[in-house]
């Protein structure tokens, strides 16, 4: 773990030189440093020939749009990388472009986190379409974008069609109840997602009952995220948990003065039991 060390492009040409000679190393961070494209450019070179690092993160540095597509174009052609973390790169619509051609294309990467990359709605239909053809992918973190509702129909189309990715991470995107709505249908259809984060989202009570009776169907979801704004329905969401054979986690953090909220179920309802604990704000 290399991260926070003040490492600049300089630093990261060092750093891929190693690469090209090492035989053992299978994770490296260098999030928040000054890697710049060049910089990018000489980690993705080194890439191309190391054949044992499996997880990459590069976030919180400069790389912008053509240090992603230089990382992009590598991720092509490499078969080790499985997990890759390029947060608050700056990368714009190139990046975007490329990234998703990656989706398409590699038949390696599990795990990609694009975090807080300004992703317009418009933007992220380039990731949705590429994730209706991927068949590897099962974590994607899209959290703290600009996706809106559009850009959530966009994510829920590809989620009906996509049969790989477990756990979705859409936080803080400005999504309404009109996205809810999408979200909430591709719930009934979708049969592998299990994690669904969708905190810090302008959900009122009627995104709130979308996401309550998508749960009368759904029986793959496991861990639900809706913590962090006002939800004016949240007992009609604890009511559609208490289902015979279901269990799920539910947070609910800052929503009134619940944090969280685990319920197991049994075959009768009347034997489900709900553990609460107070928010400590």
Not at 83 to 88: K, V
Not at 120 to 147: G, P, Q, R
Request: glycine content about 6%.
């Amino acid at each position: 773990y290399l991260s926070s060390r003040s490492i600049d492009s300089t630093g990261a040409i060092y750093i891929s030189e190693a690469l090209l000679k090492n035989k053992t190393l299978t994770t490296l961070h260098l999030t928040t440093n000054g890697i710049d494209l060049i910089g990018a450019k000489s980690i993705a070179d080194a890439l191309l020939i190391n054949g044992t690092l499996t997880e990459l993160s590069l976030s919180r540095n400069k790389i912008e749009s053509e240090g992603v597509k230089f990382i992009a174009d590598t991720l092509l052609m490499n078969k080790t990388l499985t997990t890759l973390d390029i947060s608050w790169s700056g990368m714009g619509l190139v990046g975007v472009k490329c990234i998703a051609d990656v989706l398409v294309k590699n038949k390696t990467l599990r795990a990609l986190s694009l975090f807080g990359n300004h992703i317009s709605s418009e933007d992220i239909k380039y990731i949705a379409v590429a994730l209706s053809a991927n068949k590897v992918l099962t974590t994607l973190n899209l959290c703290y974008n600009k996706m809106g509702s559009t850009g959530a129909k966009y994510i829920a189309e590809a989620l009906i069609r996509n049969q790989t990715l477990t756990t979705l991470y859409i936080d803080d995107n400005g999504i309404r109840s009109a996205g809810v709505k999408h979200i909430a249908r591709a719930m009934l259809l979708n049969r592998t997602l299990t994690t669904l984060d969708l905190k810090e989202n302008d959900i009122d009570s009627t995104g709130a009952k979308y996401i309550a009776d998508a749960l009368l169907v759904n029986r793959t979801l496991t861990t639900l995220d809706l913590s962090d704004r006002y939800i004016g329905a949240l007992e009609q969401v604890c009511k559609r948990l208490l289902l015979p054979q279901q269990r799920i986690f539910l947070s609910l953090t800052s929503n009134h003065n619940i944090s969280s909220c685990l319920l197991y179920t049994s075959p009768s309802p009347r034997d489900a039991t709900l553990s609460r604990m107070p928010s400590s704000a």
